[in-house]
């Protein structure tokens, strides 16, 4: 499978980067953490590691780690507005459940 941006997510990110001067593309993986087991983490990247799986969504890359890939292969990621607030919305088909406020996840 692959890991995507909305269209959304994909002129968010790529406006950031042009914002920054330079990247490559962002880093999506998971990590330890929360009352649920696992939380996502989302960076800026300028290169890439030898073992990084880089996929492309309307033009923007997207590098996932192969430690995070089982976790979060299918993900989109996506940008939305609700009301005053912004911000990514993760649409993983792995997750079978996450804690109440939504920081964490188990697979």
Do not use: Q, W
């Amino acid at each position: 499978m692959a890991v995507t941006l909305s269209e959304s997510a994909a002129k968010h990110v790529a406006n950031f980067i042009a914002r920054r001067g330079k990247g490559y593309g962002i880093r999506l993986g998971v990590r330890t953490s929360g009352c649920s087991g696992m939380a996502y983490k989302l960076e800026f990247v300028d290169a890439t590691e030898d073992e990084d799986v880089v996929f492309e969504s309307h033009g923007v890359k997207v590098i996932v780690d192969p430690k995070s890939l089982p976790y979060i292969d299918g993900t989109e990621l996506d940008f939305v507005r609700e009301g005053l607030n912004e911000g990514f919305k993760f649409n993983n088909p792995n997750v079978k459940d996450s804690c109440g406020c939504g920081e964490s996840f188990n697979v």
